[in-house]
Every structure is written in C-alpha cells, then in structure tokens.
C-alpha cells in the first residue's frame, strides 16, 4: 500500500487524459509527465498541497491541453475517417451507465466536434463534475468564462450525443446474432441484425485499407460483412468489450486484423466503428483502468 495521491487517483488521472485525447497512448504519455511533475515538487511542496486530486487533475488537464492542441493539428491530416484508440474494458464497466457513455466511441467522436479548450471543460464538468473555479484554474480562464464555455460545449455535444440505453442482456443477444451471420457469411442474418441507416466508420489511417469514407445503409454494408468469410487464410470472429460497450475482433491467420465497437438500438446494429489501423490496435493485450 501507499500513501502517495497520484498512486491512489492514477485511474482518475488516465481516464481525464483519454476522454481528452481519444488516444490511450497519448493519455499514459500525459499521466507519465504529470508524476515527474509531482515528484519533481519534492516531499516537502506535496505535502503541502491541501486538494492533492483537484491540484493531480489540474496538471493532468493542462498536459492534456497541450498535447491535444498539437493532435489537432495531425489529425486535420490524417488519411480518412478518424477514430479513438480502442481500450479494452471489462462487462463491469458498462454498468456504470454515465462511464461507459463518456468512454465510447461514439461519445469520443462527437467530442472530437469541440475546440481543445472546449473539450476540457466539457470532460471535466460533465463527466467529472468538477466545480467551475478548478476547470478556470486548469484551462487558465476566469470562471465566468468557463460557464459560458461549459454551457456552449454542452449545447453542441447535446444535439449530436447518442441516447442509447441497451441492457447488457440484450446487447450480449445481438453481437450473438451478429457474429453468427458474420462467421457463416448469411446475407439475409446480417440484414435482419443491421438497422435499415447502419453507418459503417473505418479508420486505416492510410496504412491499411479501409473505407475512407462512412458506408451507410445495410443494403451495402450486409454484402460486405457477409464476404469476410471468403477471405484468405484462417477467419475467426469474437466478441469482447471496447470502451464500455459491446465490440466484436476480428482475427486473420491468428493476428489481430480488427476490432468493431457497435452501437446497438431496438435490437438491431445502428453504427459501427470499426478500427484497423495496427498503431491502434497495438495495445489492446493491456487491460485498462478507468475511474471517475
């Protein structure tokens, strides 16, 4: 055991900097920065700190802030769709309903919609509830600001934020239903388990191929799913849990090859995001640890 408060809120630490970043990489590079800066206080100056989780948060966010604004930058020229790093996560942390959805792809990428700045205060009071004068504290605004900014945030990710409540249960019967017309390559099981308006992204970013725009509609995108099973060599399908929510991987000759997160409404697949690119798929053997 240890008494050290960036040991006790490193979960809380890595969760801030992914819901920043999208990029679970780039968040352990943050967390990483923020304890040499802790430990670089000395004994003394941290025992001095009298809200070591608000003052750990504080250094946290403004690492984050200035990775994020050099990642903007990049992904602003990065070939095709672009998606979130992928982060293996347990059933549990789906039960925690608020975690699961400020973790997931599709709340990663509506939050890719918002400004650097934006997207701090957003995660930082929405998700966290962190109290106004802290967020100016950490993203260097006055606290009047960070109201008007919080609610021009909250207003934007609300008309694009997904409003779906699935019981496990149910999602858990349809990536049952969805892998078994995958892996027997059944074009009229994918139909009836992909909504009519299913959205396809794919993110290859330019090193493998993928669709560099979204494929709407299940009359193209059955046919597609449905020929995977003719591939070369050894095909298998699973199913797992990707940011807090149902996902499927998919498995060439034993290798990694994809990993799908889907979203599931009324019973049938309504988008799915599909990651191919291998410098994201790289670190799904790591189980992560999320926290509020």
């Not at 970043?21 to 009298?50: F, H, K, N, P, Y």
């Not at 990065?78 to 997931?104: F, R």
């Amino acid at each position: 055991m240890t008494d050290d408060p960036f040991v006790a809120h490193r979960s809380l630490l890595f969760t801030v900097a992914y819901e920043m970043l999208g990029s679970a990489a780039d968040a352990e590079d943050v967390v990483q920065e923020t304890w040499l800066r802790w430990a670089d206080l000395g004994a003394a100056a941290r025992a001095d700190v009298c809200d070591p989780r608000a003052y750990l948060v504080r250094m946290v966010t403004r690492q984050a802030l200035n990775r994020l604004r050099t990642l903007v930058r990049r992904r602003e020229e990065y070939v095709g769709e672009w998606l979130p790093e992928p982060l293996l996560t347990s059933p549990d942390v789906a039960e925690d309903v608020e975690l699961a959805e400020s973790v997931s792809f599709a709340m990663l990428t509506v939050l890719e919609t918002l400004g650097p700045t934006e997207r701090a205060v957003f995660v930082l009071r929405e998700v966290f509830e962190t109290p106004y004068d802290e967020i100016a504290e950490a993203v260097g605004k006055t606290p009047a600001a960070v109201r008007q900014i919080a609610h021009r945030a909250r207003e934007h990710v609300a008309v694009r934020r997904p409003r779906v409540q699935v019981s496990r249960a149910e999602q858990e019967a349809v990536v049952e239903r969805f892998l078994a017309a995958v892996r027997g390559g059944d074009l009229q099981g994918l139909l009836d388990v992909l909504a009519p308006d299913v959205v396809v992204v794919s993110d290859g970013g330019g090193v493998v191929a993928a669709a560099r725009r979204p494929i709407e509609g299940a009359e193209r995108v059955a046919p597609l799913l449905g020929s995977l099973v003719k591939l070369a060599g050894d095909f298998e399908a699973m199913p797992m849990w990707l940011n807090g929510g149902p996902a499927v991987r998919l498995d060439l000759d034993g290798e990694l090859n994809t990993v799908a997160s889907l979203v599931i409404e009324d019973g049938r697949i309504t988008r799915i995001y599909a990651v191919r690119n291998p410098q994201k798929l790289a670190r799904l053997g790591e189980e992560a640890s999320l926290s509020r």
